[in-house]
């Protein structure tokens, strides 16, 4: 059997790591190991990241939710659990677009709910 040497395949997967660390300061762009590294380590962010965004972006629409339903008489609580109760299946993302963007049609949502009628 023939012997195979490995130059050709290991400097193209060095490469291929740089390529990826491109843009990164210092010689964490130029060094093989830390490109290699600071590549994995930039791999791992993004992946928890991409589901921390998430739970940001949700955290946020209730905030603006319920600093919306509270200028309009009732709290973030009585606001879902109206929507839910009336059949309303608009997701949060959609009302805090909603609640920003047209504040009249937001007030309108929360008086089809009845959740103002049944905190009086």
């Given at each position: 059997m023939p012997r195979v040497k490995?130059?050709?395949?290991?400097?193209?997967?060095?490469?291929?790591?740089l390529k990826?660390?491109?843009?990164?300061?210092?010689?964490?762009?130029?060094r093989e190991r830390a490109a290699k590294q600071a590549v994995r380590k930039a791999g791992k962010h993004a992946f928890r990241d991409?589901?921390?965004?998430?739970?940001?972006?949700?955290?946020l629409w209730q905030?603006?939710?319920?600093?919306?339903a509270r200028m309009n008489g009732v709290?973030?609580?009585?606001?879902?659990?109206g929507l839910k109760k009336s059949n309303i299946e608009l997701d949060r993302k959609v009302l805090a677009e909603i609640a920003m963007d047209h504040?009249?049609?937001?007030?309108?949502?929360?008086?089809?709910?009845?959740?103002v009628e049944a905190k009086k």
């Open positions: 490995g130059a050709v395949h290991a400097r193209k997967r060095r490469r291929k790591m990826l660390a491109k843009g990164y300061q210092g010689g964490r762009s130029k991409r589901r921390a965004k998430k739970r940001t972006f949700r955290r905030t603006r939710l319920n600093a919306a709290s973030y609580s009585r606001l879902i659990d504040p009249e049609v937001f007030t309108e949502v929360v008086n089809a709910t009845g959740a």
